[in-house]
């Protein structure tokens, strides 16, 4: 079983509408959890981070975790042509290092 | 925006040759990081770095070997090219500092081994 499971889409929806990308991990003792959005042709980039449970938001992105069920979301409203891109979640390992598990990223195409 | 820059972004070669993918920052990091990323596919740590003239290897194994005698310089080398080698190469970097573990990365370098 992969430490992180990630849906790999691709998930095409029209312009405007609320998207939901969903990881599930193994391990309870991850407490760190991470979204990175890497356009193509590009490296990743830090969209989002979140610490234990709960919600965060920014801007018209919304990083939740639920802890009980192992399962992390991320939610985009007003979804735009320009949100179109690869969404990796990620989590360091926990051994405290600074390595970082990555889910195999969704795919995301928001139509205009 | 992060400064970090890999060179070539895109090579192609023949079996057999010697390559070097550049991976050089400006930041400062300390921590560097070697990833592959083939289509639909996870990122595969292949090498990381503390600092200078500390190297190990990572999770996928992988026949390339990497230095870092300087600070923003974490090159990558294949001896003898072989077809398998063909992937996405991410180099990335990142502070003892932050508290989020956040990894800058570059724009990768696309190599094809014919």
């Known amino acids: 079983q992969k430490e992180v499971e990630q849906d790999p889409g691709p998930l095409s929806v029209p312009e405007g509408a609320i998207v939901s990308l969903n990881c599930t991990y193994s391990?309870?003792?991850?407490?760190?959890f991470m979204w990175y959005r890497q356009y193509s042709r590009k490296g990743p980039e830090l969209l989002m981070y979140t610490y234990s449970s709960g919600n965060k938001e920014d801007g018209r992105f919304t990083a939740q975790v639920d802890k009980s069920s192992k399962y992390i979301s991320l939610f985009i409203r007003d979804s735009q042509p320009s949100d179109s891109a690869t969404y990796l979640c990620?989590?360091?390992?926990?051994?405290?290092?600074?390595?970082?598990?990555f889910g195999s990223g969704t795919r995301l195409l928001v139509r205009p | 925006e992060a400064d970090i820059y890999q060179t070539p972004r895109y090579l192609v070669i023949g079996t057999g040759k010697k390559i070097t993918l550049e991976c050089s920052q400006t930041m400062g990091h300390d921590k560097m990081y070697w990833y592959q990323q083939d289509p639909g596919m996870e990122l595969h740590l292949i090498h990381y770095?503390?600092?200078?003239?500390?190297?190990e290897k990572g999770d996928l194994s992988s026949e390339s070997t990497v230095s870092r005698i300087r600070t923003e310089h974490f090159p990558l080398t294949l001896e003898s090219a072989r077809p398998s080698h063909t992937s996405q190469y991410l180099c990335?970097?990142?502070?003892?500092?932050?508290?989020?573990?956040?990894?800058?990365f570059g724009p990768g370098t696309r190599l094809t081994v014919t």
């Open positions: 990620a989590t360091p390992r926990g051994d405290s290092s600074y390595k970082l598990i």
């Open positions: 990335a970097s990142s502070d003892r500092d932050s508290v989020v573990y956040e990894q800058y």
């Open positions: 391990n309870s003792a991850f407490q760190y």
């Open positions: 770095s503390y600092g200078v003239n500390s190297t």
